[in-house]
C-alpha cells in the first residue's frame, strides 16, 4: 500500500539526510507531492497522553488526517513544514477543557451549575461537558538555517451526545455548530493571549464524535482560518457511513449496488463465507473516501491470493470514483493483505506475512 511503503521510506530517508539544513534541523522531504516536509527531531506533542485516554483511534486517526487535509488550503505544502503541536501543554489544555468561570475565563465548557440547552423542545443538561479535546498540529517555515512556527491548525473535539440520569441526549447539529464557533472564537483569543502568538495565522475546525459503542468515526461540522485582523467560520458537510447502509444510499444509491454487488462476489469466493464490511467518508454530499475490510479463516496462500487479485480487479470496475479505496484483508484478527487503490488508479497491494 502507498502509505505503507512511504512511512516505511522513512527509516531510510532519516538515516540519509545530509546537515545542509542547520546542524540541530534536518527535514524529511515530501515523497508524495501533495504531502508535507516534516521536521526531525522529531517532538512528540506534549498532550498525547490526554488524547490517549480520551480518543478512540477510529477519532484521533480521523482528526489528524483530516485536519492535516483541511489545513493545505491555508498553509500550502510546498511552503511549509509540518510538525507535532507544542503550544498547548498539559496546564494550557486544562485551562481550556474545564468550565469557564471567573478564574478560568478562557475555559471552553459551560460554566458550573448551568443549564445547556440541546436545541430539542427545552431539554437541558446541567453541568453538560460539550469540549472533550483540544489537538494541535504546527507549520514552519525556513528562514536561512531556522524553522520558526509560522500557523497553528487546532481542532475542538465537541461531544453531541451527553449523559444525563435518565441516559443519553443529543445536542442538535445547529446548537453545537452554534457553540463549537463560540468556543472556536474564544480559542482563537486564548492562543493570541500566549507570548510571541498575537498575529500567529489560525486554522480552527469543529470535529464531533459519534458515541463510544460506534464503529465509525466521528465528523467535521465547521471550520475557519483566523488572522489577527479577524477571521470566521463556515460550515462543514462531512459524514462517514457503513456500506450498505440507508444513510449511504441516500447519498449514492449507485455506489450502493455496485458494493452490494462486490460483496455477493466475494462472499462465495472460498467455501467458508468470506466477512465483507464496507466504510465511506462524504464530504459535500461526494463519496470522498472508502475502506473494505475482508475477513476469513484462510487455509492457504493461494486463496489469499486469489481473493486479493479478485477484490483488486472488482474495486478497479468501480465507475465514477475520484476518491481513494482502502482494503484490508484479515484471517480471523491477522492482517495478511493490504491494498489501496489510488483516486489516480495506481493499485498497491502489500502481502504482510
Known amino acids: 500500500m502507498k502509505k505503507l511503503i512511504i512511512i516505511l521510506s522513512l527509516l531510510f530517508l532519516v538515516a540519509c539526510q545530509s546537515e545542509s539544513t542547520g546542524p540541530d534541523v534536518q527535514v524529511i522531504d515530501r515523497i508524495d507531492k501533495d504531502d508535507y516536509m516534516i521536521l526531525l527531531p522529531f517532538s512528540a506533542s506534549p498532550i498525547r497522553n490526554y488524547h490517549g485516554t480520551y480518543?478512540?483511534?477510529?477519532?484521533f486517526m480521523e482528526i489528524g488526517s483530516r485536519l492535516e487535509a483541511k489545513s493545505k488550503d491555508h498553509f500550502k505544502p510546498e511552503e511549509y513544514y509540518l510538525a507535532e503541536g507544542q503550544v498547548l501543554t498539559n496546564s494550557l489544555l486544562g485551562q481550556l477543557v474545564k468550565r469557564e468561570s471567573t478564574d478560568n475565563p478562557y475555559g471552553l465548557n459551560p460554566p458550573s451549575d448551568s443549564d445547556f440547552l440541546i436545541g430539542t423542545s427545552n431539554i437541558s443538561v446541567k453541568d453538560a461537558v460539550v469540549v472533550a479535546d483540544v489537538m494541535e498540529i504546527d507549520f514552519h517555515i525556513q528562514e536561512n538555517s531556522e524553522y520558526p512556527l509560522a500557523g497553528i491548525s487546532l481542532a475542538i473535539v465537541l461531544n453531541q451526545n451527553l449523559r444525563t440520569d435518565d441516559g443519553f441526549v443529543t445536542i442538535t447539529d445547529q446548537v453545537l455548530y452554534d457553540y463549537g464557533t463560540n468556543m472556536g472564537r474564544k480559542l482563537d483569543r486564548f492562543i493570541r493571549s500566549l507570548t510571541d502568538l498575537e498575529d500567529i495565522p489560525l486554522?480552527?475546525?469543529?470535529?464531533?464524535?459519534?458515541?463510544?459503542?460506534a464503529?465509525?468515526?466521528?465528523?467535521?461540522?465547521?471550520?475557519?482560518?483566523?488572522?489577527?485582523?479577524?477571521g470566521q467560520f463556515a460550515k462543514d458537510d462531512e459524514v462517514w457511513a457503513l456500506l450498505p447502509s440507508t444513510q449511504a444510499t441516500?447519498?449514492?444509491?449507485?455506489?450502493?449496488?455496485?458494493?452490494?454487488?462486490?460483496?455477493?462476489?466475494?462472499?462465495?469466493?472460498?467455501?467458508?463465507?468470506?466477512?465483507?464490511?464496507?466504510?465511506?467518508r462524504f464530504v459535500n454530499q461526494q463519496a470522498d473516501f472508502m475502506r473494505l475490510t475482508l475477513t476469513l479463516q484462510a487455509k492457504t496462500y493461494a486463496e489469499i491470493q486469489g481473493l486479493a487479485q479478485y477484490t483488486a480487479q472488482l474495486i478497479?470496475?468501480?465507475?465514477?470514483?475520484?476518491?481513494?479505496?482502502?482494503?484490508?484483508?484479515?484471517s480471523i484478527s491477522e492482517t495478511l493483505v493490504l491494498m489501496e487503490l489510488s483516486e489516480d488508479d495506481e493499485l498497491n497491494i502489500i502481502y504482510t506475512y
Do not use: H, M
Open 250 to 280: 441516500s447519498l449514492n444509491t449507485n455506489l450502493v449496488e455496485q458494493f452490494n454487488q462486490i460483496k455477493s462476489a466475494l462472499t462465495v469466493f472460498t467455501p467458508e463465507a468470506v466477512g465483507v464490511i464496507g466504510e465511506v
Open 55 to 59: 480518543l478512540g483511534r477510529t477519532d
Open 316 to 330: 478497479q470496475e468501480i465507475d465514477n470514483r475520484d476518491y481513494p479505496i482502502v482494503v484490508r484483508i484479515n
Open 215 to 230: 464503529v465509525l468515526p466521528g465528523r467535521f461540522i465547521g471550520s475557519g482560518y483566523f488572522t489577527a485582523r479577524g
Open 203 to 213: 486554522f480552527i475546525a469543529l470535529y464531533v464524535t459519534n458515541p463510544t459503542d
